[in-house]
């Protein structure tokens, strides 16, 4: 008899630990999961506040508000720096301000990035 009282406190012992160990397992899925919904909610935001910011860029531009357009288009790049569009609008801005330097170092950025996202596609 005491072998068997000895064997049952072992199992209960045993699937305690079991039990333990699955419950802080499935604690850490669900943190996990969770951290990997606010990244993707986190890119979604970001992704929102290039393209609004691309577009108003380009409203600002066609209005002839060319700081405000530069800005916003700026504004797009450090949220998505490998924008070919927005580094290309951002260079002619630079070519009609007649800031050669700046309209070269962007145009080259714009080829660039649009060689890999193509790439990509």
């Known amino acids: 008899m005491s072998f068997f ?20 397992s499935s604690c850490s899925l669900l943190k996990n999961k969770k ?18 910011n691309f577009v108003e860029a380009s409203k600002q531009k066609m209005l002839g508000n060319i700081s405000i357009a530069k800005d916003l288009y700026e504004k ?15 260079s002619r801005i630079y070519f009609i ?16 990035y649009n060689k890999i996202t193509s790439r990509t596609f």
Do not use: C, G, H, R
């Open 97 to 112: 301000e007649e800031k050669l330097d700046e309209a070269i170092f962007f145009s080259k950025k714009a080829l660039e």
């Open 35 to 52: 951290k990997s919904n606010d990244e993707t909610i986190q890119n979604e935001k970001k992704q929102i506040a290039f393209k609004y």
């Open 5 to 24: 009282i000895k064997n049952t406190k072992m199992k209960n012992f045993f699937f305690l630990v079991s039990f333990l160990l699955i419950l802080f």
């Open 76 to 90: 797009s790049i450090k949220l998505n720096p490998l924008s070919a569009s927005s580094n290309y609008e951002l």
